[in-house]
């Protein structure tokens, strides 16, 4: 029998370093790790899960997600299956980096397609600095256009992870997040109300209005 993984099973609680078990260091040097794909493809659920095996080997770890999503709770990452961990909100890529303790190991980071341009800069750096950043996010926006500053934080990664939804047309592996409302503009925070995950087939892109391209 497999032995069971509590980390990977979804149990919240996790162990807590104490005196006599200081916190660990991170194995290896800095690192910055992309998880993306489209809406319903599972990107937080993975982002959590790495987050809670680093907190099974007692590392010092911050969240941050944007202030705009709050959707599911305010001061917390929630995936669309309702897991979730505590997080810190914040508005900006610079207010991000004043966060981030000297002590933190571990740098997680959920919808970063909502975060300005700079928190490519921003993730570098707290990588140069030894910590292991993992960040989550949308590759695509609902016109089927890469979606910044995504593409310059996966090229920058050390190792990026495509994760993959189901189409609600065909069943198929949907790549791309259909929006299903006349909304025209790019950033539009929402679940299932708004949006479906498409294959490339089933997707239909809509003309882009005048001022968003």
Request: proline share 6%; hydrophobic share 35%.
């Amino acid at each position: 029998m497999t032995p069971r993984d509590p980390a990977v099973d979804g149990e919240l609680d996790v162990p807590q370093a104490t005196p006599s078990q200081p916190q660990r260091r991170a194995p290896h040097g800095g690192r910055i790790e992309v998880i993306c794909g489209s809406m319903f493809s599972g990107k937080t659920e993975e982002l959590i899960r790495r987050v809670k095996r680093a907190l099974y080997g007692r590392q010092k770890i911050q969240a941050f997600k944007p202030r705009i999503d709050d959707r599911y709770d305010a001061t917390r990452i929630v995936s669309h299956g309702s897991i979730a961990i505590d997080a810190v909100p914040v508005s900006s890529s610079e207010s991000l980096m004043k966060r981030v303790e000297d002590r933190t190991q571990v740098v997680a980071i959920d919808e970063a397609q909502f975060f300005d341009r700079g928190i490519v800069e921003v993730c570098n750096a707290l990588a140069d600095q030894g910590r292991r950043v993992i960040l989550a996010g949308l590759d695509q926006d609902y016109l089927g256009r890469p979606f910044p500053p995504m593409p310059d934080l996966m090229a920058i990664a050390e190792d990026v992870t495509k994760v993959r939804a189901v189409c609600t047309v065909c069943g198929g592996t949907a790549s791309r997040s259909q929006r299903i409302i006349q909304e025209g503009s790019t950033v539009l925070v929402g679940g299932a109300e708004c949006y479906e995950a498409r294959c490339r087939a089933c997707f239909r892109t809509r003309d882009v209005r005048a001022g968003e391209a």
